[in-house]
């Protein structure tokens, strides 16, 4: 079985940092890509950042590249995003995910099957 648990949510000032923590179990983590989205309220969720476990290599959003970095500790079984210079519209739940072995694209939610259940991460102004 799946399990996805985030961690390292919380309230920072506009400017500062966080770091997401995401730990995995129950599959081959260097099968597949694993990303990060986001879902404000009233919005729809949307893809912040994913990376090949096997190869590492990395996609963001516009909207955040240069600002969060996502990498994985392969130890650990674990994925994190490092977020810098946060923005009050950064606020949001911040969700791990793995994504289909088919999928066709990375950026929908629909091209991942599991999921975790969410970290706050609060902005102030």
């Known amino acids: 079985q799946v399990q996805l648990v985030e961690s390292g949510g919380g309230l920072v000032q506009a400017g500062g940092s966080l770091r997401l923590s995401c730990a995995a179990s129950?599959?081959?983590?260097?099968?597949?890509?694993w990303g990060w989205f986001r879902q404000a309220p009233g919005k729809e969720r949307e893809f912040v950042a994913a990376?090949?476990?096997?190869?590492?290599?990395?996609y963001y959003a516009d909207y955040v590249k240069g600002r969060f970095t996502i990498s994985r500790d392969n130890a650990k079984n674990t994925v994190y995003l490092q977020m810098n210079s946060l923005k009050p519209e950064d606020t949001a739940v911040y969700y791990c995910?793995?994504?289909?072995?088919?999928?066709?694209?990375?950026?929908?939610?629909?091209?991942?099957?599991?999921w975790g259940q969410g970290t706050q991460v609060t902005v102030s102004s």
């Open positions: 995910a793995r994504r289909q072995l088919f999928a066709t694209a990375r950026t929908r939610p629909s091209d991942y099957d599991h």
């Open positions: 990376i090949n476990w096997r190869s590492s290599l990395t």
């Open positions: 129950g599959c081959t983590f260097s099968d597949y890509t």
